[in-house]
C-alpha cells in the first residue's frame, strides 16, 4: 500500500471511529433522559465539541429548559453532561472572582443549573457574572474587574468556554437566547422508561466515553479549525454560527452524522423555533397581520390601536393593566424609526401610519417579502383593497405598471397623481419631491 492510500485507510478508520463513537454518547445520554432524536444528536455534539473547543471560533450555548420543574433538566445537566464533557464546573458554589480565575486557567465547560433565579428579576447581586456569560460566546472575549491592592489594579479575563445552562421557563436574555441551542424536556410519562442514575457506578463509564471523545478530536484539532462545513440557507446568520463548530464535527465523524447534524439544526434552529419575541419583533408582526387582514393601505393611531387590540393572544389590550396608549405605541415603534405622519383617511386629515413606513423593518425583522411598493404584507398575486387603497398608474395604451421608485423618471408623476387623490398631503409631496431631486441630483 502506497503512503497516499495508507493516510487515506487511517482517515477513514478516524471517521468511522468518530460516527461510532457519537452513537454511544447518543445511547449513553438516552438511556437516562428522554429526548428527540434532534435533540440527543445535537446534546451529543456539543459534548463533543467540548473537547473540541480550542478548533472553535465560537461556542454555543446548551439551554437545557423546560415549562415545570422535575423534567429532568439536572439529571441531563449535572448527572449525564458532568460525566461526558472536558473539565465540568458546576456553578452552584463558586464565586464570580473564582470563576473568572478557573475560566482563564482551565478553559472549563460550565455546567449552570437554575438559570431562572441567576437571571430571575430579583437577581441583582451578580452583575459580573451576568455579564461573562453574556460576553464569553466567542473566541477572544475578555471581561474586565478592578482588583489587586485596594480595588485600583485593571485585570483582564479571558471568558471564551463552553457553557450549558439549565432553568425552568423564559428567564435567559435575549442575547443568550440568540447564542443558545435549546434543548426543551418536558415532565416524562409513565410509558416513558428511563434507567436509574446511579452515579458510583455509571462514573467509569461515562469517563470512558469521555477519554475516547478527547482521543478522538485531540489529534484532529488542526483539521477542525480550517474546516468549512457546509451550512444550510434555512438558518439564519447566528444559527448559523453556533452549529458550524457541530457541523465540523458531524463531517469528521462521518457516517449519517453529516446528514443527522444538519437535520438536527433545522429541527432545533430553524426559523419556526427561533421566532424573535422581543415585544417590537411581536409588535410588528401583529401590525402586518391588521395590515393583511384589512387591505388598507393607512390607519389613524386610534384605528391602528383598535385593530391591535383584536389580535388573538397579543397583549396590547391588556398593556400593563390597561389598553396600549399611542404614546407606548410610538415607544415600540422607535427603534424601527417609525413615527406618526400626518395622512389623509375618508377625506380628513389625522395622524397616524402608513404600510409603507413598515416595508423595511417588516422585511430586516420579519423576513417578509419586500414588495416595490412596501406592501410586504400581501401574498404574491394578492391585490390591496378597501377605499383608500393605492392603484397602479396607467400608461398611454390603457395596460398597467408598477409605482416607481423613487429616483426613476416618472417617479414625480405618481407622486402628483397621489397627492390629487389625497393619498398625500402636500408636505408630504414636496418632501417626496426634494428626496427625488437629490437622488437624481436635479436642483429643486
Known sequence: MN???SVHSVASVSMESGAVLLDDVVRFIRRFVVLSPAQADATALWV?????????DCSPYLWITSAVPRSGKTRLLDDVLGLLVREPIPTANISDAALFRVIAERKPTLLLDEVDAIFGPKARDREDFRGMLCAGYRRGAQTHRMGGANMRELQTFPVFCCKALAGVGEALPDTIKDRAIRIRLER?????RVDRLRRRVLAPEGEMLRDRLADWTEPQLDELHHAWPELPDE???RAQDIWEPLFALADLAGGDWPERARTAALVLSGNGEREDDSLGARMLADIRTVFAASGADRFRTADLLAELCKVEES?????FGKTLTP????KLLQPFRIKTMPIWVEGEKARGYKVTQFADAFSRVLGGRDGRDGRSVLAPGEAPTGPTAPTTLEDGDGTDRPFPLLGELDYLDFVAARHREGHLTTAEALQQERLHRQIRRQPA
Open 235 to 237: 438558518l439564519d446568520d
Open 327 to 330: 404614546q407606548g405605541l410610538s
Open 188 to 192: 416524562r410519562t409513565r410509558e416513558e
Open 315 to 319: 397583549p396590547w389590550g391588556d398593556w
Open 3 to 5: 503512503l497516499e492510500a
Open 48 to 56: 463533543a465539541h467540548s473537547h473540541a473547543i480550542e478548533a472553535a
